[in-house]
């Protein structure tokens, strides 16, 4: 058995659809598959098609997020003795077939300086109307070459049959039928079969690549799949294997890129001739490895790729920025998927928070032309052969994304870019509608990243997921008011909280707008609340107003009813007609005049009637709009607005078939609409708990006092009262005299008294009692009873309730105020005021629309739960294990970049400002050292002048002297 049979047995299991779960590919991690890849690998004199199926395998382990198996094979590889051998294969690999496509390139290059860049290319005479619609069938082949594959096809099929015929039991164990029968099954496949692939402007090229190119790819793909999901310590590994015969493949895979194309960064046309339909795939596998080795980021490889001596990086930008041509007249579709791949790369390379500073090849790119490439990716997917040949081909639409990502982010560091895409704005054509079109699609953020125990923050700029477009604006509106703070008054860990209800939200909209007939019901949700609404108003007022409906002996009832009745319909209809919505206007209008022409009897019934439909119909609307039938029962029947609703319907329902007054009740949804109202009911049940607890003090306080009056003061329980005349019906005694009663005999009569009487009068309990004479001997004690209650009772104890509810409403009156201040002048994700903006470069209002917007936020939540985990970026991934883990640090608090940014900018103003100062310092003391050196010269003129004048003087008495003794 030869060394890649073990190798073919495992791809083939893995591949086969038995391997498709984790569980698999752990197993077989654990009875050494990884350490089997990492031993053949290793060894230097291996068959290239033994290498070629160990990649295979290490390509199969590998697929999916296997972080686990990434970790097994650079454990092996850490531990192995003969890790240099592994990476010496691989460089190998890059480095000679890199060489081959090198003098490939070359000549090409003659070719095309020699004016013959077809004379390789064989014609044919198809159009671009005969484009098959097959991903694996791209185009079919001219008649002749047709007929060469169909009879190539043939001579195998008749050299299988011999070779059965020959061995009888067949070859390596295979069915000797088994090989020609699939040939004369498959052979119309086989024949159509596209083995080149027709270029759009007529000639075809080859589409069967040689062994050592799908080594290459294979081996490229093994490196990607090696780095993916950021393992840092994986790409620091192939870049530097710390022993003495190290092998840098990051840079080799570079290398090999600048190899393809002859390390040519000429023209951009030059460029574009090198890139074909037979190695575009090999240049989007090599992108694609050089992403994986810097996302994250990886700071080490960034640095290699960006500062190394080849042009690769200049050719990746030139794929950026110009146009592919002449594969993009051809394939359009394969220029965008390049395109795409080049664009991630030079994000990648940008990740870090001096990316763009330190990629000074990026500062050459030509955005006119990226604008252009812009305009024409959101334009590509207009073209219907674009459409038929694009197939699972990434959307040209996404590429423009892509590119306009990478013009936001470098607008943001030169003013010239910004310039250039105003510009773009501005005018009437393609490219303006694109970059409308990518620019209310693209949301940014700012996050908290740590590297080297070190913060800083980081812009991330990223594409809105379609499905957050479902995201209503009711919903935005209650999210941003009613997001409560938390004990550090932060709002993020609340608004987390809320997210899965969100994500619920969007989905459940997305897929409503498949649903026809539900998504038009859900649409009257709010003009069926306001229905019912208008309808419990007229049913109280009927009630109201005509209640008994049929009364005996009362005739002038009904006119008096008519005529008011009919005044206030009128009224309310104005008011109804008033309203923007005509609809419910008219609708109202006609429920009025059927009222008026029913009378007060049926009116009730036709109106309780309605109601009752009308409410059922909301309550279905309501339904379909948040999506909540489809929800888990307990959380249905738990959801505060579901039996609200159904309460509301009940109410209905008994006001119809039981009583009228059942109506009444319904009033109250005045109070869940209007938040005013709401605040007053709160002031008494937000504090009910004190309130209670007092309300049982001045029971307890009314119960002694009951038992004092009881002891002591019985008969000054003596109150009149009004007797009914029980012969007479329905009314009271007249010209009677004056009826009093005791009404303290049982003690419970004494506190109910206390409770009753003494609650309600405003001087207490004495204002009931009998006055006592001050002849009395417990006259003092009265006195005393009196007072104590009404300072106890009335003054205080009263007052502290009525003060706990007064105090409440003016605590939630500040509090909503506050709020509302808080919304206004506070930005929701980082806390900053709105003063810490005053005199900066940025406004508050750019802030919260465009760094810290919370629905940006949001969304990059659902772009981490709808996209493959495999393609994540390096601030992607490092947000997904956040959340994993329930971290929230990542939210920027009490900081946001603009504001650091405008600090730089200050505090260069303010060394500019000092040098400035110490320049003129310089020049005054300057002058004042000149005129210190003048005077000293002055004075020491002078000096030396009186010393001159002393020295004469001596001389002058001495000739004097002599002169006078002569």
């Not at 795409?340 to 990629?359: P, Q, R, Y």
């Not at 109201?544 to 206030?568: K, M, Q, V």
């Not at 209002?845 to 659902?862: D, G, P, S, T, W």
Request: glycine share 6%.
């Amino acid at each position: 058995m030869s060394d890649s049979t073990p190798t073919l047995c495992i791809s083939f299991y893995l591949d086969a659809g038995q391997g498709e779960s984790a569980d698999s590919h752990y197993i077989l991690d654990k009875l050494g598959a990884s350490r089997l890849v990492v031993m053949l690998l290793t060894k230097l004199d291996k068959a290239p098609d033994v290498l070629q199926q160990s990649i295979n395998l290490g390509i199969s382990l590998l697929s999916g997020e296997t972080v686990e198996l990434q970790r097994s094979f650079y454990h092996h590889l850490a531990s192995c003795s003969k890790n240099h051998n592994f990476m010496k294969v691989l460089n190998d690999v890059l480095k000679e077939v890199g060489a081959d496509f090198r003098a490939v390139a070359k000549t090409k290059i003659s070719d095309i300086a020699r004016g013959d860049s077809k004379s390789t290319l064989s014609h044919s005479t198809l159009s671009k109307d005969k484009i098959v619609n097959d991903g694996h069938k791209i185009l079919r082949v001219s008649t002749q070459m047709a007929q060469d594959i169909l009879n190539a096809t043939k001579d195998i099929a008749m050299a299988f049959k011999r070779v059965a015929s020959m061995t009888g039991n067949g070859i390596n164990g295979f069915n000797s039928e088994g090989p020609a029968e699939y040939v004369e099954e498959n052979e119309d496949e086989l024949t159509g079969v596209a083995t080149t692939v027709l270029r759009k402007d007529g000639y075809a090229i080859s589409n069967i690549k040689h062994p050592r190119e799908t080594l290459v790819e294979s081996s490229l793909r093994f490196l990607q799949l090696l780095c993916e999901n950021h393992n840092l310590e994986m790409q620091r590994f192939l870049r530097q294997q710390g022993n003495k015969s190290a092998y840098d493949l990051v840079s080799q895979t570079l290398v090999f890129l600048d190899c393809i194309f002859d390390s040519n960064t000429g023209s951009p046309g030059l460029i574009g001739l090198l890139v074909d339909e037979h190695n575009i795939s090999l240049i989007n596998q090599t992108l694609r490895t050089l992403t994986e080795f810097c996302q994250g980021p990886c700071r080490e490889n960034q640095n290699a790729l960006i500062l190394h001596e080849s042009n690769a990086i200049d050719i990746v930008t030139t794929f950026v920025a110009h146009d592919i041509t002449p594969l993009s007249k051809r394939r359009m579709d394969l220029v965008m998927e390049l395109k795409n791949h080049a664009s991630k790369l030079v994000l990648s390379l940008m990740e870090t928070k001096d990316g763009i500073e330190k990629f000074e090849n990026i500062s050459k790119m030509n955005i006119r032309n990226m604008i252009e490439m812009i305009g024409k990716a959101y334009s590509s997917d207009r073209d219907p052969y674009v459409e038929q040949m694009k197939g699972t081909a990434v959307a040209a639409k996404q590429v423009g994304h892509a590119l306009y990502i990478l013009c936001h982010q470098l607008a943001q560091h030169d003013k010239q870019v910004q310039h250039e895409l105003d510009n773009a704005v501005g005018k009437v054509n393609m490219n303006a509608d694109a970059v409308k079109y990518y620019s209310s699609r693209t949301a940014q953020i700012e996050i908290v990243r740590c590297e080297e125990e070190k913060e800083y923050l980081e812009r991330v700029v990223f594409p809105i997921p379609s499905v957050c477009a479902y995201l209503t604006k009711d919903t935005k509106d209650r999210v941003f008011r009613n997001t409560e703070d938390d004990e550090k008054g932060s709002k993020v860990s609340n608004f987390f909280e809320q997210r899965e209800a969100l994500f619920y939200e969007m989905d459940w909209q997305r897929q409503l707008r498949h649903r026809p007939m539900l998504f038009s019901c859900s649409l009257y949700e709010s003009f069926l609340g306001n229905m019912v609404f208008s309808m419990i108003v007229m049913l109280n007022i009927v009630v109201a107003l005509g209640y008994p409906f049929s009364r005996e002996n009362d005739e002038g009832h009904t006119s008096h009813w008519g005529t008011i009745l009919g005044i206030l319909i009128l009224l309310c209809g104005q008011i109804q007609l008033r309203k923007s919505d005509e609809a419910q206007a008219n609708i109202s209008l006609i429920i009025l005049i059927i009222i008026a022409l029913a009378g007060p009897d049926h009116a009730i019934y036709i109106l309780g009637f309605i109601t009752v439909l009308l409410k059922g119909l909301h309550i279905v609307s309501h339904q379909c709009r948040s999506g909540m039938f489809l929800r888990p029962k307990k959380e249905l029947i738990m959801n505060s607005e579901f039996l609200y609703h159904n309460f509301f319907g009940l109410c209905c329902l008994l006001g119809l078939t039981i009583h009228p007054f059942f109506y009444s009740v319904l009033l109250f949804d005045v109070a869940y609409q209007e938040e005013t109202l709401l605040n007053v009911i709160r002031s008494v049940t937000r504090n009910g708990r004190s309130i209670i607890f007092t309300a049982i003090l001045g029971i307890i306080l009314v119960y002694l006092f009951s038992i004092v009056g009881y002891v002591y003061f019985k008969n000054d329980f003596y109150v009149a009262v009004d007797v009914i005349n029980t012969t007479d019906v329905g009314g009271l005694q007249e010209d009677a005299e004056e009826v009093k009663e005791y009404v303290c005999d049982t003690l419970l009569m004494c506190i109910v008294t206390t409770l009753n009487q003494g609650l309600r009068n405003g001087g207490g309990i004495g204002d009931v009692l009998r006055s006592p004479s001050k002849n009395e001997p417990l006259y003092t004690v009265r006195v005393l009873y009196d007072l104590l209650f009404y300072f106890i009772v009335i003054v205080i104890l009263l007052n502290l309730i009525f003060g706990v509810i007064i105090d409440t409403f003016a605590d939630l009156r500040s509090e909503k105020q506050h709020h509302e201040d808080t919304l206004r002048n506070t930005c929701f994700i980082c806390g900053l005021n709105r003063s810490a903006f005053d005199n900066k470069s940025v406004t508050f209002e750019h802030h919260i629309k465009r760094e810290h917007n919370i629905f940006h936020y949001l969304y990059f939540l659902v772009l981490l739960r709808e996209k493959d985990a495999t393609e994540f970026t390096g601030s992607e991934c490092f947000i997904s294990r956040a959340l994993k883990d329930k971290r929230l640090d990542w939210f920027p608090r009490l900081r946001t970049i603009s504001l650091q940014d405008s600090v730089t900018v200050d505090s260069d103003f303010e060394i500019k400002k000092l040098s400035y100062l110490l320049e003129d310092t310089k020049e005054e003391l300057k002058s004042v050292t000149s005129e210190m050196k003048t005077l000293q010269k002055t004075v020491k003129l002078q000096t030396m002048k009186k010393q001159r004048g002393s020295l004469r003087l001596p001389e002058a008495k001495v000739v004097s002297l002599h002169t006078s003794n002569i």
